[in-house]
């Protein structure tokens, strides 16, 4: 059974950090393309970063520049740095997995969700 703990969400200042991780156990990880989607209240979900099995990453345009997804393959964990946090960032971030990369492709959805991290950044 695939399962993740995600850590690191909570409330920051306009301008701030914060960074998110997300431990998998139960699937092989290091095969695994991950991503962090994240869902604002009345609004869809939204890619925020991916990385694949080869390192590759790719961000929505909404964050480029500001986050950056990275792994550690031998201790199964993603993480998210997100730097200079807006209120339009406000949001729950969830940590997904899928071993097919093209499940991050637009209109795609992965296999595996963890339950979500609130982002809330406000003043």
């Known amino acids: 059974q695939v399962q993740f703990v995600e850590s690191g969400g909570g409330l920051v200042q306009p301008g701030g950090s914060l960074r998110l991780s997300c431990a998998a156990s139960g699937i092989i990880f290091s095969i695994l393309t991950m991503g962090w989607y994240r869902q604002a209240p009345g609004k869809p979900h939204e890619l925020v970063a991916v990385?694949?099995?080869?390192?590759?990453?790719n961000y929505g345009d909404a964050v480029k520049g500001r986050f950056t997804i990275s792994r550690d393959n031998a201790k199964n964990t993603v993480t998210l740095q997100m730097n200079s946090l807006k209120p339009e960032d406000t949001a729950v971030y969830s940590c997904?997995?899928?071993?097919?990369?093209?499940?991050?492709?637009?209109?795609?959805?992965?296999?595996?969700w963890g339950q979500g991290t609130q982002v809330t950044v406000s003043s």
């Open positions: 990385t694949t099995s080869t390192g590759w990453t």
């Open positions: 997904t997995a899928d071993p097919d990369s093209r499940k991050y492709d637009s209109g795609g959805y992965p296999s595996y």
